[in-house]
């Protein structure tokens, strides 16, 4: 059936590195969603990508989607403590929540 | 600003018992979701209604059930829980695509 996987599963950055998480869908995605989980908190969602190859920012997060629209990327630079969770992709029209990737941030 | 209201917020419950998980969307939202998350796990979605109709399902056990009252809020009726029911709830509401989650309900099975 649909899978969304997304590597890495874990990432440990030192405060002020850069991290990037990818999105990869197994069919071709109307759109896709991006959602931060903190640690004991609920989904918060992010964003929301439509077109192909779209990139949007939200201040030191960019999101891109893929041409094809089979895969996306989410890309924190230079991280804060703050940024730690774990971040989901989400195929909304299926759905279907991404296996995540944990951030974590030493300061 | 108004936010998605879940109760109870923690539910033990032993096997073979039933329990009701309550969300209360925020008001004009017109889609109420339901989620399972088990630990260290991706939200899994169960069943959504628009409009008070349930409008797609996942991979809701058959028994459960879920259903919107005339007020919008939204019940989840958990029927001869197994251990591995044991998780966190997740109720989500949205005006459109972007979805707006509740606190959850950490229900523990014994």
């Known amino acids: 059936g649909q899978q969304v996987m997304q590597i890495p599963q874990y990432q440990h950055v030192q405060e002020g590195e850069d991290f990037t998480t990818y999105c990869n869908s197994s069919?071709?995605?109307?759109?896709i969603q991006w959602y931060k989980q903190r640690p004991g908190g609920h989904p918060v969602f992010l964003i929301q990508?439509?077109?192909?190859?779209e990139v949007k920012k939200q201040k030191r997060l960019t999101f891109q989607f893929g041409e094809a629209k089979k895969n996306s990327s989410l890309h924190i630079t230079a991280t804060q403590t703050t940024d730690v969770g774990t971040y989901f992709c989400a195929a909304r029209d299926k759905l279907i929540f991404g296996t995540g990737t944990r951030l974590q941030v030493f300061p | 600003a108004a936010g998605v209201i879940q109760s109870p917020r923690h539910l033990i419950k032993e096997k073979r018992e039933t329990a009701t998980l309550k969300c209360y969307p925020i008001?004009?939202?017109?889609?109420v979701y339901w989620y399972q998350q088990g630990p260290g796990q991706d939200p899994q979605f169960l069943i959504s209604f628009y409009e008070k109709m349930q409008s797609d399902k996942g991979s809701i056990p058959d028994r459960f059930s879920a259903q919107q009252f005339s007020d919008y809020h939204s019940e989840l009726n958990m029927s001869s829980l197994e251990l591995g029911d044991s998780a966190l709830y997740f109720c989500a509401s949205s005006p459109g695509y972007e979805q707006y989650f509740g606190p959850g309900t950490r229900l523990t099975v014994t």
């Open positions: 008001p004009r939202h017109d889609t």
């Open positions: 990508l439509v077109k192909s190859g």
């Open positions: 069919t071709t995605l109307s759109n």
